[in-house]
């Protein structure tokens, strides 16, 4: 028990009689009024006279009877001296004896109670060395979830630099935004349980430290009762202290000294237990963050490799298309260049027939027939200008159909350079990047 000062403001008064006036011994003097006594009231408590022979004998058996009496009286005074000092001799030591008995006792109690907050002790600290590595654990994993986050990041950002059309919200960034998001909530959740592992650690140390105090208090009172129990009628460091029997004002009971200690253990336990259940929690915590964190990383991973396939099969198919597009644009142009030999190769016929026709016109009079050969002529002429019209159509169909197949081709190369600025993006800077992601142990605080 916790010992309570009296503080005194002034010095306390003597613990004194105050003085008053005795009153007046009055003394019975014997008078001497007999019929032959020689003064009277006058000679009270003076005599000059002598004594009668009745008074000698008077006076000499009163002397008899004084020494038998006194004799007789200190006979029985010494018996019951003897008696009495027999009486207190045996009754000191009974009272000695159970004395020591209940010091014993106490001792008993004492040793018990020290030995239980000594054990409550040893498992406060045990419980927080526990505790101390949960927190370390703790602390690791959340520095451990500092390099998820940047790969995240750093792939988000990586991603960015895709080209159009490229530059889409796919199944990859959702993952990839999922699992940026799972990290922080992981990392605030780790925090929030680091601080709760902190106020424990405090609480296993302020009840381990009134747990000491108590102990340590009831050592230095079992080596006090450990000393007087020792103590006997031989010893020689007694001595008298004759205020040591008042109880103090702030002594305890057996009942609070018993509940003070009962409460401390009880305290103890509790914190204890709760020590307990948030070490199983933490447990349970970096387990499901570790494996929630994994199987993350994994479905971003497959995320990245359908991704990366769907490229390369584009990537693929517009490889594919554009030698084909290469190859008709080869054919197109060897097309063209019919087209123009054709357009060049009817040209002649068309000045031959245009030739006769003016030729012929130049016939005088009634010679200027319109003849067969006349009419055939005519026809010829719009034949060829038919088919040099169908086919300088066709050389500008030929040649928009071209140009096209030009565009089509830029268009397959620049799909291409993207599609390849992906796969690049995706698979040299994400994925490789990926590869440094932490192991579920590293996750889990043990490393």
């Known amino acids: 028990m916790a010992q309570t000062d009296v503080l005194l403001t002034k010095q306390p008064a003597p613990q004194t009689v105050p003085a008053c006036e005795l009153p007046p011994k009055l003394y019975d003097v014997a008078r001497n009024t007999g019929a032959h006594s020689s003064a009277g009231l006058a000679t009270a408590g003076f005599r000059t006279a002598k004594y009668l022979v009745d008074e000698w004998f008077q006076n000499s058996y009163a002397s008899y009877h004084q020494a038998f009496a006194d004799r007789d009286q200190s006979e029985r005074q010494r018996h019951e001296s003897r008696q009495l000092a027999a009486e207190t001799g045996a009754l000191a030591q009974r009272t000695q004896e159970d004395s020591t008995r209940k010091v014993g006792e106490r001792l008993q109690d004492m040793h018990c109670w020290k030995s239980e907050l000594q054990r409550e002790v040893g498992e406060l600290v045990a419980e927080t060395d526990l505790m101390l590595a949960q927190k370390l654990r703790l602390e690791r994993a959340l520095d451990a979830t500092g390099v998820p986050f940047s790969i995240a990041t750093d792939n988000l950002q990586c991603r960015e630099r895709r080209q159009h059309p490229d530059l889409v919200r796919d199944f990859v960034e959702m993952e990839l935004l999922k699992e940026a998001e799972l990290i922080r909530n992981i990392q605030e959740l780790l925090k929030r349980t680091i601080m709760q592992a902190v106020n424990q650690i405090r609480m296993n140390r302020e009840h381990k430290e009134l747990c000491e105090m108590d102990w340590s208090d009831k050592v230095e009172a079992y080596n006090i009762d450990e000393t007087c129990a020792l103590y006997n009628n031989q010893s020689t460091e007694v001595q008298f202290h004759p205020h040591s029997t008042k109880f103090e004002e702030s002594a305890s009971t057996p009942e609070t000294w018993a509940r003070f200690t009962q409460e401390n253990l009880q305290r103890a336990e509790r914190e204890r237990l709760a020590s307990f259940n948030l070490r199983g929690l933490i447990d349970c915590i970096l387990r499901d963050t570790s494996e929630d964190l994994r199987l993350q990383c994994d479905s971003v991973n497959l995320a990245f490799g359908r991704r990366l396939e769907e490229l390369e099969d584009s990537r693929h198919k517009l490889e594919h298309h554009l030698n084909k597009t290469l190859r008709e644009i080869a054919d197109q142009e060897h097309n063209i260049a019919e087209l123009k030999q054709a357009i060049r190769d009817k040209e002649v016929p068309l000045k031959v027939a245009q030739t006769r026709l003016y030729q012929r016109s130049q016939r005088p009079n009634v010679e200027l027939c319109r003849d067969t050969a006349q009419f055939r002529l005519v026809s010829e002429v719009e034949e ?64």
Do not use: W
């Open 384 to 447: 060829l200008n038919r088919s040099l019209s169908a086919l300088k159509e066709k050389l500008l169909e030929a040649e928009q159909s071209l140009r096209n197949l030009e565009d089509t081709r830029m268009s397959l190369e620049k799909d291409i350079a993207v599609k390849t600025n992906s796969i690049f993006i995706d698979s040299q800077k994400c994925m490789a990047h990926r590869a440094h992601y932490p192991t579920i142990l590293r996750l889990a605080g043990y490393q």
